[in-house]
Structures are given as C-alpha cells and as structure tokens.
C-alpha cells in the first residue's frame, strides 16, 4: 500500500516562492511516476507537473512552465514542486500523485494515477 503526504503549502505574497514535498511511504519509490495536480475553488482538479519514473524526464502545464520545477529524491522517498513567481491564480489545493503503471510516457491525465495524497493549501496574495 502507498501513503503520500504532501507538505510546504502557505500564503504567500505574488512573486514569492514555495516548495512543495510529497513524501512516499511505500515500496520501490523509484519505479513510480509521479504528478502533482491542483484544485482551486469551483474548478476541477487540473494537472500541473510530471515526473517520469525512467528517466526522470518532466513534463509540465503550459500554466506553470519555467515558473515551476518538479524533482525527485529517491534516497528520500521525496518529490518536490518549486514554484517560483506564483501567482494569485495559483491559489489551490495542491496534491500529489503516484502512477505504478511503469508507462513509457509522462502521465498527464488523473485517471493514470493509483494514488492521493490529501493535499496542501497554497494561496498567493495579491
């Protein structure tokens, strides 16, 4: 079985920067891919970033690219999200996810991932 726990959600002012860590409690961490998606309030949950288990290889939502960065450390059981330059449009519950398919592609989509954590808040003033 796998637990995520996300951690790192706070308010902050536009323009500031957060880091985000999901910690994977479970086996083989490093076989799994791993996203983080977001919710703000009266929307629907929407991907954010990507972590391929192969090759670490990242993918990202035109949203977020080249503000935020998604990583992994193995030997810490760890993914993590900076994000740089937030927004106030960036406010949401951030979750992250874990797909155990060993796909060759980056998932992207919410139905590929087995796993949730329950989220941290992040919300950026204006």
């Known amino acids: 079985q796998v637990q995520l726990v996300e951690s790192g959600g706070g308010l902050v002012q536009a323009g500031d920067s957060l880091r985000l860590s999901c910690v994977f409690l479970?086996?083989?961490?490093?076989?799994?891919?791993m996203g983080w998606f977001r919710q703000a309030p009266g929307k629907d949950r929407e991907f954010v970033a990507a972590?391929?288990?192969?090759?670490?290889?990242?993918y990202y939502a035109d949203s977020v690219k080249a503000r935020f960065t998604i990583s992994r450390d193995v030997a810490k059981n760890t993914v993590y999200l900076q994000m740089n330059s937030l927004k106030p449009e960036d406010t949401a519950v951030y979750c992250c996810?874990?797909?155990?398919?060993?796909?060759?592609?980056?998932?992207?989509?919410?139905?590929?991932?087995?796993?949730w954590g329950q989220g941290t808040q992040v919300t950026v003033s204006s």
């Open positions: 479970g086996r083989t961490f490093s076989t799994y891919a």
């Open positions: 972590i391929s288990w192969m090759n670490d290889s990242t």
């Open positions: 996810a874990a797909d155990r398919s060993r796909r060759l592609t980056i998932p992207t989509m919410q139905t590929m991932y087995a796993y």
